[in-house]
């Protein structure tokens, strides 16, 4: 349910999208979000997850109040020039932060490695 608060990971979308493909095989990916310029990509996490994230090449943001609550009857996305990418379910309300935390260094070793080449 997306009915509880979140905080918002925020990364480069080619990196972001790797992470998702990684998410959707192994474990439960919640929301994410994708900004109109589709320079960045938004992981709902869990309130409080900003408070120790330190990802270089990326940023989590508190909400207010340790979160931001979407109702999960409300399927637009909460804020203007945003959209979708994985739209909120009943199954999987956030992504896990240790989860995504691999999945975003895996991903970025992967766009190191294709660059490389």
Same mark, same amino acid.
């Given at each position: ?8 990971v925020? #990364?480069?979308?080619r990196q ?9 095989m ?6 994410v ?29 508190q ?22 990418? #994985? ?5 999987t ?5 240790? #989860?995504?935390r ?5 991903a970025? *070793?992967?766009?190191e490695?294709a660059? *490389?080449?």
């Open positions: 349910m997306l009915d509880e608060p979140w905080d918002l925020t #990364v480069p979308s972001g999208l790797e992470a998702v493909d990684i998410l959707r192994r474990t439960g990916l919640g929301p979000l994708h900004d109109s310029s589709g320079d960045s990509l938004g992981f709902l996490v869990p309130p409080g997850t900003a408070d120790g994230w330190d990802l270089p090449g990326s940023a989590c943001t909400t207010a109040g340790g979160g931001f609550t979407v109702p999960g009857e409300l399927w637009e996305p909460p804020g203007a020039g945003t959209g979708w990418l #994985v739209p909120p379910r009943n199954d309300a956030v992504t896990d932060p240790a #989860v995504l691999d999945a975003l260094g895996e970025a *070793r992967m766009i490695l660059d *490389r080449l």
